[in-house]
């Protein structure tokens, strides 16, 4: 499936900001924002939601350290107790070490899963980059294209007008 692009490329991040503001209230849906490094206020701007991945965090964390003390307690004392060093079967304090390890694993585990997913990121041969410069020093706006309802010459008039330097198209396999 092919999908169409209209790629804005601006060389100065205030620019892009203003632009991105104008362009979201002129009722325009703007795709992606690409950039050589991280802007500061983008996401909000872009107006992307607060990532719920820490609360994944915290949900894989509980069960990692759930599963660790289960597993110590039940393993020494239940299953196979034995007296160690005068100490119960049963003593939490020595069990701090593992739970904090398997705390930090599973939730380790469950963000990276969940980011993986979530951003339907899979192996593939073939990345498509909307434009090279993108990973150097300029900025890049894509807006999709939607046949017979975008209007490629006022799309590109609104660009050049809120700082474009320059506007092509590009089709991209998805």
Known sequence: MNKKFVLGIYDDEDVLLTAIENIRAAG?????????????????VLGIKRSRLPIVAFFGGLFGMSF??????????????????????????????????????????SMVITFFIVSKLKPSLKVNVFDKRSTDDKFVMAIEVKEGVTDMSALNNLLRSNGAIEVNEKEVVK
């Open 68 to 109: 660790a003390l289960w597993m110590q307690i039940w393993m020494l004392g239940f299953d196979w107790p034995m007296i160690i060093g005068g100490k119960p079967h049963i003593a939490l304090p020595s069990f701090i070490p593992v739970t904090f390890e398997l705390t930090v694993l599973c939730s380790a585990f």
């Open 28 to 44: 325009t849906k703007i795709y992606d924002v690409f950039s050589p490094y991280p802007v500061h206020g983008i996401d909000d």
